[in-house]
């Protein structure tokens, strides 16, 4: 069963020089920790809602994703904007890559944005952004077809 998870990382596995990284803040806080910057923090999402109409199921999960880089301990403000720009070009990347996958539907309009500094124990920087995606396609439903074959692919 394809997630909406493993739609977002197949997108980021199409950008060049980042790690993708599953988790929640905390597990993340460790992972980075390891030295795998840049880095683009799928955050696990907290809430969604579900679509459903009389031929499909979709999910709309509220993502937030977090575009990071390392950054000095004593950083200064221009090294810092440097950061935060190369941050918000895989950000822009990214939304530009999803619109293109055809797996959501497209994300139009203003995206709000906030710059992170001194989240972490690792001394990172990047911006955040969150948004609700939704999926161009979902669950199908079938008639007659077992629910919970349907929905976890398996008879029973």
Same mark, same amino acid.
């Given at each position: ?5 493993? *739609?977002? @990382? %197949? ?9 993708? #990284?599953?988790? =929640?803040?905390?597990?993340?806080? $460790?992972?980075?920790? %390891? ?6 923090? =799928? $955050?696990?999402?907290? %809430? ?5 109409? @009389? ?9 937030? /994703? !977090? ?10 403000? !221009?090294?810092?904007?440097? #950061? #935060? ?6 950000? *822009?990347?990214? $939304? ?6 055809? /797996?959501?539907?497209?994300?139009? &309009?203003?995206?709000?944005? %906030?710059?992170?500094?001194? *989240? ?5 920087? &990047? ?6 995606? @939704?999926?161009?396609?979902? /669950?199908? /439903?079938?008639?007659? @077809?077992? #629910? ?7 008879? &029973?």
């Amino acid at each position: 069963m394809t997630t909406v998870e493993s *739609k977002i @990382k %197949s997108i980021v596995e199409q950008m060049e020089g980042v790690t993708y #990284i599953f988790e =929640n803040w905390a597990t993340a806080n $460790v992972r980075l920790d %390891s030295g795998v910057m840049p880095a683009i923090l =799928n $955050v696990l999402p907290v %809430s969604g809602r579900f679509n459903l109409g @009389k031929m499909h199921l979709k999910d709309f999960p509220n993502c937030m /994703l !977090a575009f990071l880089d390392k950054a000095d301990l004593d950083f200064d403000g !221009a090294e810092n904007d440097a #950061i #935060i720009e190369r941050c918000k070009d895989f950000a *822009k990347e990214f $939304v530009l890559r999803l619109n293109a996958s055809g /797996l959501f539907e497209q994300v139009e &309009g203003d995206i709000p944005y %906030s710059i992170v500094y001194d *989240k972490l124990d690792v001394n990172v920087t &990047g911006i955040v952004i969150e948004m609700q995606l @939704k999926e161009a396609k979902g /669950l199908v /439903l079938c008639p007659g @077809k077992d #629910i919970g074959e349907l929905v976890h692919g398996r008879k &029973g």
